[in-house]
């Protein structure tokens, strides 16, 4: 896990990107349980406060739950529910600034789409 204490994003919304990325990646499997709030405020040397902040993000969008005396565990069907939201964020965040621009320039469609193929 990797925080940027510098960066404008708030400790406890890194955290819980972080918590997504790894689900996304396999590294949390469903039905797994997750570190711990005092293993994080431990490594990293923040309140326990904050990190229970970003799990209750994660809690409140049904990627994580807590079993009770055992730990977090990641939620049975959490890597599609991120999958879905991370692609309407992406759609939202990258494609409609990107036909916005491409209308004001007059490029086209195909054109784009030619562009995005050179690169990839």
Do not use: H
């Not at 409140?60 to 990641?74: A, L, N, P, S, T």
């Not at 991370?86 to 494609?95: D, P």
């Amino acid at each position: 896990m990797k925080l940027d204490f510098n960066n404008d994003v708030p400790i406890y919304m890194q955290i819980a990107r972080v918590i997504e990325d790894n689900v996304l990646k396999g590294f949390f499997e469903e039905e797994t349980v997750i570190p711990s709030t005092t293993e994080i405020s431990v490594k990293y040397k923040i309140n326990p406060a904050t990190v229970a902040k970003g799990f209750n993000l994660l809690v409140d969008e049904g990627i994580i739950y807590k079993k009770r005396g055992v730990g977090m565990f990641v939620v049975t069907g959490s890597k599609e529910k991120l999958i879905e939201k991370r692609k309407e964020n992406f759609y939202e965040s990258y494609i409609v600034s990107l036909i916005e621009e491409a209308k004001k320039l007059d490029i086209s469609s195909s054109d784009i789409i030619k562009m995005i193929e050179g690169e990839i």
